[in-house]
T-cell receptor, first 111, second 113 residues
Framework: DAKTTQPTSMDCAEGRAANLPCNHSTISGNEYVYWYRQIHSQGPQYIIHGLKNNETNEMASLIITEDRKSSTLILPHATLRDTAVYYCIVRSTDSWGKLQFGAGTQVVVTP | NAGVTQTPKFRVLKTGQSMTLLCAQDMNHEYMYWYRQDPGMGLRLIHYSVGEGTTAKGEVPDGYNVSRLKKQNFLLGLESAAPSQTSVYFC????????????FGPGTRLTVL
């Protein structure tokens, strides 16, 4: 599975949109992009995933560039409860079950 | 619908002791996983199961054994605990298929002295 690169940390003001970048320049055609987050001392929580097209659900939006080498997770209206470590994971359809969690991005939402 | 539950929540062991961590899910998921998370690091896969009666090794399987006798339960065993196994252990479950969405339990914090 392709490796991902994320910033170590970022701050966001409450009520503003949080844009979390992820670089996956070696991604191949059958690899999906997944986002999970982990609030302190809790188990990770699935947010969203995508292959080629942009995706949106009740939690967030996922924007994938046309060349698929990078993506951005958007939290439209960040709240204090969104403070967490966010993991960008790339996984192929051939290696199900083997989510490779990196260090992620520590997002701190401030009042 | 409780989702994924883990027992116990906390445990302290002495070196050489054994214990079993229990994971239960009520979502009828085929796949189940055990991860460990060390301080300041991401999760690492220990073992996983693709169905009742099956298990497979993950990234860091040494020192652990697992069993999946029932579809809803996945047990993680430590036969002879070592201080290096001090960690937070997370269980997860998911549906079979191309899309790999995993649902995680609250974790078990294990300390080995």
């Amino acid at each position: 599975d392709a490796k991902t690169t994320q910033p170590t940390s970022m701050d966001c003001a409450e009520g503003r949109a949080a844009n979390l970048p992820c670089n996956h320049s070696t991604i191949s055609g059958n690899e999906y992009v997944y986002w999970y987050r982990q609030i302190h001392s809790q188990g990770p929580q699935y947010i969203i995933h995508g292959l080629k097209n942009n995706e949106t659900n009740e939690m967030a939006s996922l924007i994938i560039t046309e060349d698929r080498k990078s993506s951005t997770l958007i939290l439209p209206h960040a709240t204090l409860r969104d403070t967490a470590v966010y993991y960008c994971i790339v996984r192929s359809t051939d290696s199900w079950g083997k989510l490779q969690f990196g260090a992620g991005t520590q997002v701190v939402v401030t009042p | 619908n409780a989702g994924v539950t883990q027992t116990p929540k906390f445990r302290v062991l002495k070196t050489g002791q054994s214990m079993t961590l229990l994971c239960a899910q009520d979502m009828n998921h085929e796949y189940m996983y055990w991860y460990r998370q060390d301080p300041g690091m991401g999760l690492r896969l220990i073992h996983y199961s693709v169905g009742e009666g099956t298990t497979a090794k993950g990234e860091v399987p040494d020192g652990y054994n697992v069993s999946r006798l029932k579809k809803q339960n996945f047990l993680l065993g430590l036969e002879s605990a070592a201080p290096s196994q001090t960690s937070v252990y997370f269980c997860a479950s998911g549906l079979a298929g191309v899309v790999d969405t995993q649902y995680f339990g609250p974790g078990t914090r294990l300390t080995v002295l």
